[in-house]
Nanobody
Framework: QVQLVESGGGLVQAGGSLRLSCTAS????????MGWFRQAPGKEREFVAV????????YLADSVKDRFTVSKDSAKNTVYLQMNSLKPEDTAIYYC?????????????WGQGTQVTVSS
């Protein structure tokens, strides 16, 4: 089993920045992708960002790619989501994920989620 522990959520003003962290523990493998989904109230869960295990390949959703950055510290088994120029529509529960599915369709592990609230 793999456990994902998240931190960094909170309340910020529009235009501000926030960094989320997620550390994987347990039996992890180098082929796992790690990334982030989010779910806003009344909306479906949506993909946000992903990194390969080494952190040298990343991909972000169009809605955030100009404002967010995903990075990976392989030595610490930790993935980060740096969120800049935050908007109220970014308000959601953010979930760290780990999977071996390159298309991020079947998620193997989910974090507990961390609330991000952006006030206008």
């Amino acid at each position: 089993q793999v456990q994902l522990v998240e931190s960094g959520g909170g309340l910020v003003q529009a235009g501000g920045s926030l960094r989320l962290s997620c550390t994987a523990s347990g039996r992890t493998f180098s082929y796992y992708l790690m990334g982030w989904f989010r779910q806003a109230p009344g909306k479906e869960r949506e993909f946000v960002a992903v990194s390969n295990w080494s952190g040298d390949s990343t991909y972000l959703a169009d809605s955030v790619k100009d404002r967010f950055t995903v990075s990976k510290d392989s030595a610490k088994n930790t993935v980060y989501l740096q969120m800049n120029s935050l908007k109220p529509e970014d308000t959601a529960i953010y979930y760290c994920v780990a999977t071996k599915d390159g298309q991020m369709r079947n998620i193997d592990y989910w974090g507990q989620g961390t609330q991000v609230t952006v006030s206008s």
